[in-house]
């Protein structure tokens, strides 16, 4: 075989390859444009079957003008099936051999241990709460908790950064009234 015709069967190989990766993926034929949506290029090397539709002139004295096609005959085996659905057994499902994949026990296992240590640390909170000495001591120790605790549920590290950027931000008369008492020198 050539080299040129080698070449060409193996492009020929890798248009068909990638058309079958279109139409695997859902995409349209490259051919779809001119040709139609639902093209598919042929396996047959040949171009056109169109001659093949007409009968050769020399086919006229094999055709027998006294021909009768008869009816297909209808196949009858031997053996009937007879379907009884209500003979069938229902057998319901059994669960006593079932086993949960590892990964899902594992999930399981975290998310509890997750929801477990969230309680503990709640109640760690809350003792340290009930431990202060003064009321005044609890109700700082819990605004400082609620505002600047990096626990997860509570807050987030960026909503901090919004809170230390917005939240305590003085007014532009409050902001000119600090600056100038920070400026004044009083010793």
């Known amino acids: ?9 193996m492009i020929q190989e890798k248009r068909k390859l990638m058309e079958d990766k279109r139409m695997n993926m859902g995409m349209k034929s ?23 539709m007409r009968r050769h002139i020399a086919d006229k004295q094999f055709v027998d003008a006294s021909y ?11 053996y009937q099936t007879e379907f009884d659905d209500d003979r069938d ?11 949960i994949p590892l990964q899902i026990r594992c999930l399981e296992r975290y998310h509890n ?15 340290l709460i009930d431990n ?16 600047t605790s990096l626990w ?5 590290r960026k909503e901090l950064k919004m809170f230390e950027k917005d939240f305590c931000k003085l007014s532009p008369t409050e902001q000119r009234r600090f600056n100038k008492i920070m400026a004044t020198d009083f010793s």
């Open 1 to 9: 075989m050539s080299q040129s015709t080698e070449r060409r069967t």
């Open 152 to 156: 997860p549920p509570l807050h987030t």
């Open 113 to 127: 241990s997750k929801r477990e240590y969230a309680q503990q640390f709640k109640r760690e909170i809350k003792l």
């Open 89 to 99: 057994l229902k057998l319901e499902p059994t669960f006593s051999k079932h086993r």
């Open 132 to 147: 202060q000495s003064t009321a005044e001591n609890a109700w700082q120790f819990v605004r400082t908790m609620a505002y």
């Open 30 to 52: 490259f051919c779809a444009s001119f040709i139609g949506t639902n093209f598919r290029p042929s396996d047959d090397p040949r171009n056109s079957f169109s001659s093949m």
């Open 68 to 78: 009768e096609a008869n009816d297909e005959e209808v196949f009858e085996p031997i």
